[in-house]
């Protein structure tokens, strides 16, 4: 009795498993630091993608201090360090705003992340549906060279489903990233096309969300221009899960397709020739997806999860930027 009971029970975990087609991520959560990065198996390139920052470069967590933005930066130091000859990039996944508003202490906080990404520069940069209109402002055509030379970081958003209208410079759908690696067995560079695509609110029925145009139209229509322009094609989606499997499943021209709206879920999906996987929980973890690339041009991945907890060390001078913005927002509090 007690062996049937077993093999029923392994029978219902495997019937689950194959329905669910997911695959664990790994989850790195050694004692050190070393641990955590892994050994250096061969990958050719790896994205550290961040999502769901809100405004946010504080750590966060009451009961375990975790993320913040001098971790992410000392995360990054750290796999340079280790990681010498390996190409990095970081993707902005999207809501990297707090919010849209005219209220003073919100727009010094975007303000403050604004100069965050200036300073340390993110390659990639998704703008989610709350991240528009705060990108309209700083898009507006009107003054918008001289913005451009403040905050060259304008020209890494990508938002290929964005409606805005003629008095704002309209981000480019997508944006091709060139590394080069000795690790790449059938040449030397590697383009990696990003489109950037964002879900509308939740509207009732009948009512559309006129901020932004249908995701999955706008991808159909994209996606073939971009493949020709590139080697590797990552749709970066500010989308929950079932968004993104279906993107994966109507553009298998995708290599790989970013949830930037699935924190919390870690399963990665397979559909097709595209992986699906989704960020990491706001901003206490570092989503690390590595790259690698056999001798016929083939890519696969493998999606690495790690707390940024106080294993990881953090970076003095975000660390000395985070707390100049933290007495520059009391300030303003304080002047109101």
Known sequence: MFRKAILVFG??????????????????????????????????????????????????DCNIPRGGLARRVGYLNAFKQKFPNVPVLQIEAGQFWYTASNDRNVLLQNDLVTRAYARWPVDVINLSRNDLAHAERLLAKAGLSERLQRWPLLK??????SNYDDNVAAPAPFIIKEVSSPRLKSKRKLRIGFIGLTEPVRASDGVADATVKDMYETARRIVPV???????????????MAGAKRLASENPEADLV??????????????????????????????????????????????VASDLDAVVPSDPEATAFVQAARMERERARYNQ
């Open 11 to 60: 029978t219902i975990i495997t019937l689950l498993a194959g329905a669910l087609g997911q695959e664990l991520p790994t989850r790195s959560q050694g004692t050190t630091l070393d641990e955590r990065l892994g050994a250096d198996d061969g990958f050719a390139f790896a994205m550290l993608v961040t999502a769901n920052l809100r405004g946010n470069l504080e750590t966060c």
């Open 258 to 303: 970013i949830a930037g709206n699935a924190e919390g879920l870690f399963n990665s999906h397979q559909i097709g020739h595209t992986l699906v996987v989704p960020t990491t929980p706001g901003n206490i973890q570092a989503c690390d997806i590595r790259a690698y690339v056999d001798k016929d041009g083939h890519v696969s991945f493998k999606y």
């Open 226 to 240: 971009a493949r020709k322009q590139c080697d590797v094609l990552v749709i970066v989606a500010y989308t929950e």
């Open 156 to 161: 890494s958003i990508i938002s290929a489903n």
